[in-house]
């Protein structure tokens, strides 16, 4: 069965420094995600994007945030300068243009700790 | 936008049912949805309701939806201790997506 997959699992990071995290989608899936789950508080949406733009975003995704599809399979998350802030464990999501009931399918997600 | 809240915490003991609730605020959602985490994984969706039904029954699982009221239970029948895990309900923010999340509730299974 397709499925989404993230990497890292885990991403170790000093303050202010650069990360990015990889997401593959399914493969004939045009819209994609990034959500973020800080310890012990709920699930939030980031963005959302589809036809090579963001489509979506909320207050969270700043201009420290940027995503990218370089390619036909990846789509990635960068943050430009870490903060403490931003330890999260960070979800990416894909669904279809049209399905029975427009579900995301979600990665196992990646946990960045920033020190 | 779309408000959803969920109790944290639920404990019961194997065999019996598990209720969670959730309620949410924009009427306008057209899906909404339950959402498990185990532990160290990512969300799984269970199972999901149109906002046009008042239940729906998936093998062990039944949804039950009271739109004039804006809430939503997931009832688990014969819970197993597999069945252990944090239960998301997510209602999209308007119109499909994106969607927004409860706080999830902590199912603990005791043997």
């Known amino acids: 069965e397709p499925e989404v997959t993230q990497t890292p699992s885990h991403q170790v990071t000093q303050m202010g420094q650069e990360v990015i995290l990889r997401c593959v989608p399914i493969s004939n899936h045009l819209y994609f995600y990034w959500y973020r789950q800080i310890l012990g508080q709920k699930v939030e949406f980031l963005v959302s994007?589809?036809?090579?733009?963001?489509?979506?975003k909320s207050e969270i995704f700043d201009d420290q945030f940027s995503v990218e599809r370089p390619d036909g399979s990846n789509f990635t998350l960068k943050i430009r300068s870490t903060k403490l802030e931003d330890s999260a464990m960070y979800f990416c999501?894909?669904?279809?243009?049209?399905?029975?009931?427009?579900?995301?399918?979600f990665g196992p997600g990646t946990r960045l700790t920033v020190l | 936008g779309e408000d959803v809240e969920q109790s944290l915490f639920l404990s019961v003991r194997e065999g019996d049912s598990s209720v969670i609730n959730c309620t949410y605020t924009d009427s306008s959602s057209t899906y909404l949805y339950w959402y498990k985490q185990e532990p160290g994984a990512g969300l799984q969706l269970l199972t999901y309701?149109?906002?046009?039904?008042d239940m729906k029954q998936d093998q062990r699982l039944t949804v039950l939806l009271n739109k004039k009221d804006k809430h939503l239970s997931l009832r688990i029948a014969d819970t197993q201790t597999g069945d252990s895990a944090i239960y998301f309900c997510a209602a999209p923010n308007s119109g499909n997506t994106p969607l927004v999340f409860g706080k999830g509730t902590r199912l603990s299974v005791i043997a």
């Open positions: 994007f589809y036809n090579n733009e963001i489509s979506e």
């Open positions: 999501a894909s669904r279809r243009l049209a399905g029975d009931n427009n579900e995301q399918f």
């Open positions: 309701i149109f906002s046009n039904m």
